[in-house]
């Protein structure tokens, strides 16, 4: 069971207590824009300067953050006037940056090659740039790499990171682990020894045999190639990777697991909640989006709307005439009360899936069902008052 | 004229997370196989999700009949390895080793494609083997699909000898016909799934020789009100009328009607996403799926959808 964090109990007072939250769950259920309501919120009532993360958010996101132009690896200011445009007088500052994971891959490079020479063969090397932008981890790897440079160079007071979408919710939490397991395994090791030298040893032998036949030596050589390449770098990487494991588990690093309350993303969300509790990462809040209102599940409305269906004719008739022809008025009073029905349906599933995710985390939240999407600051502002004080 | 979905041999479904994808997928496995014929569901992550839907137990790579003609099985890259050593390189011992099993999962992880050919591998082997009327993939989301369909071209421009270059050609053969292959995307008409399957859209055009066979529109919500109905539903919502109309509908009227409200918005703001959806794939054809306000997921759900997809197909 994850350990809701004790001294906290909105999500004004976890964020106000943390330098780093980090929103995770799977995709479709509005994490990005829950980063950004975070961000916003924290620079507009908490102060301070707040970086936002993201990876690539919707145009309309991007346009309500004010970074319509230039939004892209580089941190921007959100322009303060766009707080007071929307009636709020931000206390901080609101920053926000996207992730571009070739370029952050190619600055990890540079850091990291022992020398200019080793350093243009890797960037060059077709495989490199293959792997960079397919390689199924690499972005969950750079976004973790990226968190912890950022939040060592002291710039931010709060950073808020939007978690990029992955087959699996767990990746990202892995990824700096795997890193280091792959710089240290002996499996490299193997790989790179053809390009050493030409002495297979009989332990390694069958894996040529086989991978000779299946792949071809010349491409086992590229790929060993490149690995002999990157295996310069190996210290650096190592070192690195701990250091974002590290940083993920620190007390001043704070999960907030974003949901809907379907079935599937629920499923999701709970398999997350116990995957940071394995990891001992603190949980500090759930956020909840596209909820039902309560008032689906208001008492008397049940049988309110099973006469509204079943005896609208009836109805239609103790009503005023001027409502207009009873036939067209029994119509709307039936498909008023099926409508509710069919929708208090769907409340009632999710206030049992509200009540088991509940169970993990102190902070709860819970935006409801929104007719509209967010397009400026203001309406990141409303949907972050919906959030701010809720328990 | 594009041929029928359901007379493909091989159906990727793919779509942005949460959409409904993988019940979509079930759905149309169902219906074909309600239809006579056999049919293979293949689960692409480990998820469950599949089994799920039938309210099955997990899956494996075995192929197990989950209803009268309708196998499902879950895709394992690793036991894919090594069924394909074993069928094509007659290498039954290596094959059973376990280490060597890892280092190719390394290899598979690391090398830019290995990992898909084995699942997209073992897909156009099944099509090819003549075993089914139709296989249907719960494929990886809309951000990874590209990878997996382009994998036999990716693996054949960077591997220049080997058997895994020589199997490619067939694969490619397989995906890129339209009669046999088709990929279908499902969105809801909300923003983000609808950017994502224009994106798709273009993306599988110009990247991949796949077919987009069709766009499943999930969780449609039904259209309350006609015009005059409108006006009568605005009259009703009049606070001088409130109490009178509590009192004949005996209790609390007001969240019921609000209950309305918000479906009639929510309908509106999902028509503009549809009508961006149709602007953006034209010359798709778009299968539109009701809101089936359901309990929970399970068989149930899985036929209700099965059913739904028939009435759009015209079965």
């Known amino acids: 069971m994850a350990m809701a964090e004790p001294t906290t109990a909105t999500l004004d007072q976890l964020l106000a207590a943390k330098e780093i939250v980090i929103c995770c769950g799977s995709g479709g259920v509005g994490k990005t824009t829950t980063a950004a309501t975070l961000g916003a919120m924290a620079a507009a009532h908490l102060g301070g300067r707040v970086l936002v993360i993201t990876v690539d958010p919707a145009r309309r996101l991007a346009n309500a953050l004010g970074l319509a132009e230039g939004f892209g690896n580089v941190e921007t200011r959100v322009p303060h006037e766009l707080f007071a445009e929307s009636g709020v007088e931000a206390r901080g500052e609101l920053w926000a940056a996207m992730l571009d994971t070739k370029q952050s891959w190619d600055d990890l490079v540079r850091t990291h090659a022992p020398d200019a020479a080793t350093r243009d063969a890797i960037l060059a090397n077709p495989l490199y740039v293959n792997i960079t932008s397919r390689f199924v981890h690499s972005h969950d790897y750079v976004a973790m790499e990226r968190l912890y440079d950022i939040h060592r160079s002291g710039r931010y007071d709060l950073i808020v990171v939007d978690t990029p979408p992955t087959r699996n919710a767990i990746d990202f939490l892995e990824a700096p682990a795997r890193m280091a397991d792959f710089f240290s395994s002996r499996l490299l090791r193997m790989l790179t020894v053809p390009a050493r030298s030409r002495l297979v040893t009989m332990a390694s032998r069958p894996f040529y045999t086989v991978a000779d036949r299946v792949l ?129 349906i769907v409340a009632r599933r999710e206030a049992e899936e509200r009540s088991d995710l509940a169970r993990h985390a102190e902070v709860v939240a819970s935006v409801p069902y929104a007719d509209r999407d967010v397009t400026d600051l203001a309406g990141l502002l409303a949907l972050g008052e919906h959030l701010w004080r809720e328990r | 004229m594009a041929i029928d979905l359901l007379d493909r041999k091989l159906l990727f479904v793919t779509g942005k997370g949460g ?60 036991e894919s390895l090594k069924e394909y050593l074993r069928l094509q390189l007659r290498l039954p011992l290596i094959a059973r080793m376990g280490p060597l099993a890892r280092t190719f999962d390394f290899v598979a992880n690391a090398a830019p494609g290995v990992k898909e050919i084995l699942v997209v591998g073992k897909l156009c082997w099944e099509v090819r083997s003549d075993a089914w009327d139709l296989v249907v993939v719960d494929a990886p989301a809309s951000g990874h699909i590209v990878a997996q369909l382009g994998a036999p071209a990716a693996i054949q421009e960077l591997v220049k000898v080997g058997a895994v270059r020589d199997q490619t050609g067939w694969m490619m053969d397989i995906l890129g016909d339209s009669q046999q292959t088709g990929v279908v995307v499902v969105a809801t008409p909300e923003e983000m799934p609808v950017n994502e399957t224009i994106e798709l859209a273009t993306r599988l055009r110009a990247e991949t020789d796949v077919d987009l066979g069709a766009v499943v529109v999930n969780r449609v919500l039904p259209e309350l009100f006609s015009r005059g109905e409108e006006e009568v539903f605005r009259r009703l919502q009049d606070p001088e009328l409130a109490a009178e109309l509590a009192a004949a509908a005996e209790g609390p009227v007001q969240p019921v ?22 602007d953006g794939v034209t010359g798709t054809e778009l299968l539109y799926l009701p809101e089936l306000f359901q309990r929970s997921q399970g068989v149930r759900a899985t036929r209700q959808i099965a059913a739904a997809l028939g009435e759009e197909l015209g079965y």
């Open chain 1, 216 to 344: 071809g030596s010349q491409f086992l050589e590229d790929i060993a190639e490149f690995f002999l390449l990157f295996q310069t770098m190996y210290a650096g990487f190592v070192e690195r990777s701990e250091a974002v494991s590290r940083t993920l588990a620190d007390k001043r690093t704070t999960f907030v697991v974003v949901s809907t309350l379907e079935p599937a993303p629920v499923r999701e969300a709970e398999f997350f909640v116990r995957a940071l509790a394995d990891r001992d990462f603190g949980l500090g809040a759930v956020v909840l989006n596209k909820v039902l209102p309560d008032w689906f599940r208001a008492p008397g409305t049940t049988s309110v709307a099973q006469r509204l269906s079943s005896q609208s004719t009836a109805l239609a008739e103790q009503l005023p005439p001027s409502l207009g022809d009873p036939s067209q008025v029994a119509r709307v009073l039936g498909e008023v009360g099926e409508s509710f029905l069919n929708f208090q």
């Open chain 2, 19 to 78: 959409v409904g994808k993988t019940t979509i997928a079930a759905g149309l496995a169902l219906l074909a196989a309600q239809n006579g014929q056999r049919v293979l569901l293949c689960e692409g992550d480990a998820k469950g999700d599949v089994a799920r839907a039938f309210e099955a137990t997990p899956l494996a790579f075995d192929q197990r009949e989950l209803v009268p003609g309708l196998w499902a099985m879950a895709m394992d890259t690793e």
């Open chain 2, 257 to 278: 009607l609000d209950g309305a409200e918000l479906a009639v918005r929510l309908r509106r703001t999902r028509a503009e996403h549809l009508d961006r959806l149709r």
